[in-house]
């Protein structure tokens, strides 16, 4: 029986991922990862006509049954890509994902390194059984005094 219940169980999850691969593209989820090339903001935000336009463009894409990816395309392919929100995970587009990394990286290294620097350049705190000049040590009790009274 438990054997059963499995095998409907990895069945019914096998049928949905089907039915979410086959379902068409969400019109507001490509405008939301697409920016218009005339303003820079997503096409989500912008009212430009070429948004407009390109928004109307993967409407009618959608409808002709077009995928998320052939959508994608083919607007790369007219506008290059510039158009994607997210710049490509390969290629050129790595450089976009790793520079800002690198650049925190060095910045902590470069923040760490100064922190040492300034800490050693300090020198070692005075030794407690050092004792001051007896005159400087006698302006100082004077000073003491002054204020007391």
């Known amino acids: 029986m438990t054997r059963l219940a499995g095998v409907v169980v990895v069945a019914t999850l096998l049928l949905a991922g089907i039915a979410a691969a086959a379902a068409p593209p969400d019109a507001a989820d490509l405008e939301a990862e697409l920016v218009c090339p005339v303003c820079e903001t997503t096409l989500d935000q912008s009212n430009a006509p070429v948004a407009e336009r390109m928004k109307a463009f993967i409407r009618a894409r959608i409808a002709a049954g077009a995928s998320e990816q052939e959508i ?8 290059g890509t510039e158009v994607l929100a997210k710049p490509p995970e390969g290629g050129f587009g790595l450089l976009a994902w790793l520079l800002p990394l690198a650049a925190v990286v060095v910045g902590a290294v470069v923040v760490g390194l100064l922190i040492r620097s300034w800490s050693r350049r300090r020198g070692p705190p005075p030794a407690a059984d050092e004792h001051l000049d007896p005159q400087l040590e006698r302006l100082v009790d004077e000073e003491l005094a002054r204020f007391d009274s």
Do not use: G, S, T
């Open 72 to 79: 994608k395309d083919a607007l790369v392919a007219q506008f």
